[in-house]
């Protein structure tokens, strides 16, 4: 049987990992600068978290949601403790995708209300809901244009006040910084004004993590530089490190029923032990200082190469802004100097979103390949 070929793929082959690196099948070492989409967030086969897996395994990996499992009360517990946000419940599923599904789907039980407001660039996800909020008319099936969708600009406030007023509105979903559509960040004013909206016109705010959350930015959701608190907030990626696993965190004030919503593998003992690991690392080795700090060392390193006009993002959210495409550039560190990188909906810009616990020698070797590609 052939694979349905839905993927571009670069020839090669990882079949193995350690740290910030992985390894082909003939053993080329590559930097990994990436992290499979953010998915990467303590690094390939870290010791602790393949030692919880492992023990988790041998004495049971999976029973159905029809149990007690006290793994999902402990991540519940220790996500609230890290995080610090307060006063919300949790639901696990298994992807960023499910995810926002889950949260559209709850907020249009809570409020009565069918339709969603999203924003230029946006992604969140290509299942039938989320896809119909992704601003890709390209991945968009004639299934998924029947449901009720309305664009709007980045910081158009005007726009979201006057179709707020319509009252259909069941949520507004954002990326704090847009991870595809190329890490713009909205004003804090703006954040702020979403949020006073969705309150006025009882409205569900959605803040969609599940690129930017679990410590990325530096701050452990993107959405606290802001000061504001969502409704509802969306992760995954990052959270199990590579394990299938995510979460809709919902106000407490929205209340649960039982059957509204469901998962055959959402919040399973081995994605909780995953998920519950990873946020140990993350306390352990202070991982959110870590990408604040090196991010500053980014911004520097950056003032030596005049090429890249701006650097976008925060944390190890970052992009790097040419003022020409960079498609051969990504080619060029990849074959060349074994560095993998990612790109976005803006074909000028390259994406770096390394394993949190990254060092500054990683990003030394980066900008060596780059001066040698660029000059």
Do not use: W
Not at 188 to 194: Q, R, S, V, W
């Amino acid at each position: 049987m052939e694979l349905f070929d839905v993927y571009p793929l670069y020839d090669i082959t990882p079949i193995k990992g350690r740290g910030a690196n992985v390894f082909d099948k003939e053993g080329k070492k590559y930097l990994d600068l990436y992290g499979g989409h953010a998915v990467i967030s303590i690094g390939h086969s870290h010791p602790a978290y393949v030692n919880a897996i492992s023990k988790q395994v041998a004495e049971l990996g999976f029973y159905s949601n029809s149990v007690k499992n006290p793994l999902q009360e402990e991540l519940a517990d220790k996500l609230e403790k890290l995080s610090g946000v307060k006063d919300y419940s949790l639901f696990l599923c298994n992807s960023g995708a499910e995810a926002n599904e889950n949260a559209l789907k709850v907020a249009s039980f809570h409020t009565r209300k069918d339709r969603i407001i999203y924003f230029d660039k946006a992604f969140h996800g290509r299942t039938s809901g989320v896809v119909a909020v992704t601003d890709n008319e390209n991945i968009k099936a004639p299934f998924n244009q029947n449901h009720k969708a309305t664009k709007l600009g980045f910081e158009d406030s005007e726009a979201l006040e006057s179709e707020l007023k319509k009252g259909d509105v069941a949520a507004v979903i954002f990326e704090v910084i847009q991870g595809v559509g190329g890490l713009d960040e909205a004003s804090t004013e703006f954040y702020e004004k979403i949020a006073e909206l969705c309150k006025k016109y009882k409205s569900v705010l959605i803040a969609d993590e599940v690129q930017s959350g679990y410590g990325r930015t530096g701050d452990f959701f993107a959405f606290q530089k802001h000061k504001i608190r969502p409704d509802i907030i969306s992760v995954a990626k990052g959270m199990g490190n590579g394990f299938p696993i995510g979460g809709v965190l919902i106000d407490k004030s929205i209340k649960a029923k039982s059957g509204m919503l469901g998962t055959t593998f959402g919040g399973n003992h081995l994605a909780c032990v995953a998920g519950i690991s990873v946020l140990e690392v993350i306390e352990k080795e202070n991982l959110l200082a870590n990408a604040t700090e090196l991010f500053e060392f980014v911004k520097e390193k950056t003032t030596e190469i005049p090429q890249i006009k701006k650097i976008k993002g925060r944390g190890l959210m970052i992009g790097l802004e040419f003022d020409f495409e960079i498609a051969q550039i990504r080619k060029e560190l990849l074959y060349k100097h074994q560095i993998f990188t990612g790109a976005s909906a803006n074909k000028k810009l390259l994406r770096i979103l390394p394993p949190l616990n990254i060092k500054k020698e990683h990003f030394d070797e980066l900008f060596k390949a780059l001066k040698i590609v660029l000059n």
